[in-house]
């Protein structure tokens, strides 16, 4: 269990953010490849915690001992993925994919939908750092807008590590 | 002043998002041309309660004695538009974005920043029209799409309007 | 209208809470009469935008033209006041009680229920002055919590107003 | 570490609330006996994150191995628990207290605060089970309102985990 020791430095706290219902088999083993080398290096695995690319981060996170996190849409548990160390029902509905993005360091999209393009763009307007998996192209009015893009789970998660890293590029 | 009678067709309220500091005066000029278009229509205009595309459209409301609600990020008015009948502190930073879509039965969308696209993305993931000025390309994984998009405050107006007319197309 | 003029002093923004469904005839009465001695000073009357207390004081506010805001618990407008001149649809549930005391200046009230139990103590807790109609005896670990309290709609108005003046007492 | 086996019944998540700065140091002791009592039995300890009656309540948990969140008020980590297993900074304030409400299956307080009663009167109202250590009368203009009281840890957790079973009195 990656439990930090007391002592040891503060846990970093990754959003893996993508669709649910929507997800295609490629997504969801791209996602639970992230949910399981987040954990695997001591991160803590955030997600809107139901299922697709949610539910698949987090059975990542748990096959290998590690810690994962669901804010739900819901008031209550019952779409909850069985996957997640903790569950969190917020009544919020989409409202609480803004908390998701407060609460991460740092956030991993896979797959695409509106909900996750909500969440892209609120990490890049408060600052925190985004990595894609996928094609995305966002332009708007104010010119090209480009976001850190990589091809495989592991160039993601490498990335995004070193982008949180103190100093971090 | 275009408060509703009595018995009349409740108010249809509109939310008008685009960027605050980053805002370019096209935009604002376009966004005081909405606000005031949608007021003499006798709808209420939703906005962050800022400056920029914010600000003007508040001001455009204003302008035909209609009416206008800001909802703010900060937890107090500190910073509000002199513009807005009425101001709405929530302190709850980015994730107002969602309570500003939440309120509004339609969205026009004018220029671009992330907190505007949060806005388009939530609308869309909502089920909440839109419409935007000037030219957005948005295309992830899940393939091209498309918002729907005119050149000219007049036509966007008129546009989503319609959308929201019942059995609006 | 008691929209402030350009260069006026900002408007204050006042809360009328209590219970909804439960609300006695009193109450609704105390409510209404509170709702429209706020408005006839300016201020704006913000409510939780259903009925009973809720209801009576923005009906109280509208009958001389006052504004009044509602700040809806539900996603949509179909069980808001027809007496608000704007009505706030949040979908937070019971969360919203904490939007409607962040949004005020100060707080009224009226009759007594645990949703009105709340937003007394959020008031309290976060500085927001407040003034209760009818007995409230609120003791805990702590000691003794004194409330402001008043046993007519003028003087809680009186008190409140005088509490939320530069340098109220 | 009380992580729950896959197919075991659905973990139950009870918060510990009660005043941070304010807290007494019997206070402190109650909460750390509450939150190692709640996790012994396989409890998920939820609090505010913060020191105090919060912290202790997560320091009894993590004693014995067991899972604390906290849901803090701020935007970053900077002031949570060092004893949590998991922080979620929500950047609400004081309004984080009714998604602490949301997340519980049910509420022990301990000792005194207006935040603290915030979180009772919002658990009565949307029918959280509720049990108050310590000396509280809270009556209204409705009448006596009893809420369900111990003088022990360990008499509140008894109680409070009866009303949470299948078919609680």
Redesign the interface.
Known sequence: ?T?RA?GAP?SRYVAVVG?GE?ATDD?CGAAETTGRLLAQRGV?VITGGLGGVMGSAAEGASSVGG?S?G?LPQ?D?DEAS?HL??S????????R???IV??ADGVVAI????????EI??A???GVPVVV???????????L?PVEHESSPEAAVDRLLRLLAPGGD
Chains 1, 2, 3, 4 share one sequence.
């Open positions: 269990m439990v007391p503060p669709p929507g997504d803590v810690l996190v804010v008031a548990r069985p160390t903790v969190i029902p917020t009544g919020l509905g989409e409202m994919n803004a908390l407060r609460a797959g695409g939908s509106w909900g996750t393009l909500s763009a609120l890049r307007r408060t998996l996928g094609d995305w192209t966002l332009r708007g009015p104010g010119g807008r």
